[in-house]
């Protein structure tokens, strides 16, 4: 395996030259005009060996499963456009094609240029013919799936895409079949990932108020994930992809768990406005608002500095007693972990593995949190906690060693308490364990964020 750049691409497999054939025979150039998308270019590097970042990851062999050998057009029924997506025009663009031909398939796309290459597939930019609309189209070769077992690996995260609807996930506009390929049309996003913005930063890692903007971002997108039953299983910078407009979507879900999840209504407890020890949460004040978003056009090389973390005003007015004294009112929260869920299953990347993985004891949606952890650790000081000199240092690393932080950068007592709660090698003491994102969002670190409004935020 090896560390997966833009929309589960990992670069250089042994199963890319089907593709390029592929490429070839679709499109005649390779070449895309828009300096904005050639961010995504370079975003090639190997998880198994050691490149820019040193990361490498690692999986067993998923079970053999055959994928429906469907219509050599699309077999992705719904032409209902996302919520969320409800004004895109690249959903009528792909709609009128449909209409037009009866059917969506390879042909009607022209592939630009290569942007990265997956342990699954590779993934291509590609403009609906005539449209100027532009898809990240990830190419699989089902063949060389079906003689590596990982047929199953596909159609996972195929039923996953198909399932997400949410503004920091990734949109599936199409999926279809031919007699030799798998494909999956989805977002493009021409910022890159985290990881290469991440590189372009002073010291090679963003600002507090920077990381805490994406983490933000990322929190709810597992949250989300969560309440379907989904383990991530794949956190990390590569993963996280930029949007034209700085805002991020997860990507690559090959990797993911489905499971079962129950609902539940619960009440938290107010313990203070300090910092909170592990597994105790309270309830933090929220502004009335934010400040409003302007429209921008991502730059690439540009760190975005969130705007949404806005600072009390006299507006902001505080519940009061009856004798005066402030206090908060604790909210019903709905929470939906899937506590229950065990996976025996060996995967992930090196540095951002849990414990419990390592150690083969089975995991559960708890392994996300702690990769949550690992995450925030590497935007703050550019590097991730436990890596060494090679892949069996870092693993006896993570289970042996304690956590510890570098003296430069200096980050706030938050940011390292929010850090040393997830990264608690004891699954069931880890923050998040019983009750999800519910209990990191209510973090002191977090505090002042407007959960509602997020999306609205500007990253400029």
Known sequence: MASKTSEGSLTNSSQSMSVNTLADQVSSSLSFTDPSNDSKTNNNKKKSEQGESGKSSTCRPSTSSDISDESTCSSFSSSINKPHKANDVRWEAIQAVRTKHGGLGLNHFRLLKRLGCGDIGTVHLAELNGTRCYFAMKVMDKTALASRKKLLRA???????QCLDHPFLPTLYSHFETEKFS????????????????????????????AKFYVAEVLLAMEYLHMLGIIYRDLKPENVLVRDDGHVMLSDFDLSLRCTVSLSIVRSTNLGSEGLSKNSVSCSQQPACIQQPSCISMAPTSCFGPRFFSSKSKKDKKPKTDNGNHQVTPLPELVAEPTSARSMSFVGTHEYLAPEIIKGEGHGSAVDWWTFGIFLYELLFGKTPFKGSGNRATLFNVVGQPLRFPESPVVSFAARDLIRSLLVKEPQHRLAYKRGATEIKQHSFFKGVNWALVRCASPT
Request: charged fraction near 30%; aromatic fraction near 6%; proline fraction near 6%.
């Open 155 to 161: 159609q996972t995260e195929r039923e996953i895409l």
């Open 183 to 210: 494909c999956l049309v989805m977002e493009f996003c021409p910022g890159g990932d985290l990881h290469t913005l991440r590189q372009r930063q002073p010291g090679k890692r963003f600002t507090e108020q920077a």
